[in-house]
């Protein structure tokens, strides 16, 4: 049974939110102070976390990225902050996905699912010889998910990732937002697929030597992005 952590200082909101997850057969936990929502999150042993930004004590952006500097685990924003700014920030620290209040609760269930089943086959995934690609300084092991760009290692989120590798065995194929958003994240693109354009301007500043002038990862305006070979 997959174990969830929600640190969110609404409690009618919290135990709206555990209420569906438990029905659909999830271990629900919740934190409603940001100090005391950290100290377990990095202590426990969760698969998944979904966490408020306004929070007393310290806000969700910090536990965010304190959260990815040592763990892949997922990690899903639920916030009643609307701007693009903000959700920027959070994706930009290494959230998974940003969803505004109000939400559907059902919705929400079936991000938490999505999310966790990918994780799932990715963290199972066993193999005798790593599996890896390579294009033009690029080296991408799929097996230990490492990437390393003209020899030196970068670090990527779980998203970000599977985002580049999947574009990398694509090659001069051009996606879509919404095909990309569908693809990496699971889900049909109910959500706000800005998520997929948060995750691009990431890995451009990881691979390429000039973001303003990208050579692997080429946005074609109106349609999508391709990556070039």
């Not at 930009?92 to 940003?98: E, I, M, N, S």
């Not at 693809?183 to 948060?198: F, K, L, Q, R, Y």
Request: glycine share 6%.
């Amino acid at each position: 049974m997959s174990k969830i952590l929600i640190i969110e200082d609404e409690e009618t909101i919290a135990e709206l939110e555990k209420d569906y997850l438990e029905l659909s057969g999830f271990e629900v936990e919740i934190e409603n102070e940001g100090d005391t929502g950290l100290e377990k999150a990095l202590s426990g042993s969760y698969d998944l976390f979904i966490l408020d930004l306004m929070l007393p004590g310290i806000d969700g952006f910090e536990i965010c990225r304190r959260i990815r500097e040592q763990k892949n685990t997922p990690i899903i924003i639920v916030s009643a902050k609307k701007d693009d700014i903000d959700k920027i920030h959070g994706l930009g620290l290494g959230a998974d996905d940003y969803m505004t209040k109000p939400f559907s609760p059902s919705e929400m269930v079936a991000r938490v699912k999505a999310h966790l089943s990918r994780y799932d086959r990715l963290v199972s995934s066993g193999k005798n010889e790593n599996e890896i690609v390579e294009i033009r300084g690029i080296r991408i092991d799929k097996t230990a998910r490492r990437v390393w760009v003209n020899g030196e290692e970068k670090t990527f989120t779980n998203k970000e990732f599977d985002l580049l590798t999947f574009l990398a065995e694509n090659p001069n194929h051009v996606y879509s937002k919404e095909e990309l958003f569908r693809e990496i994240w699971n889900m049909e693109s109910v959500g706000d697929i800005a998520t997929v354009t948060v995750h691009i301007k990431k890995i451009r500043e990881k691979i390429e030597y000039n973001t303003s002038r990208p050579q692997y990862i080429e946005t074609i305006w109106g349609v999508g992005y391709r990556f070039k070979i």
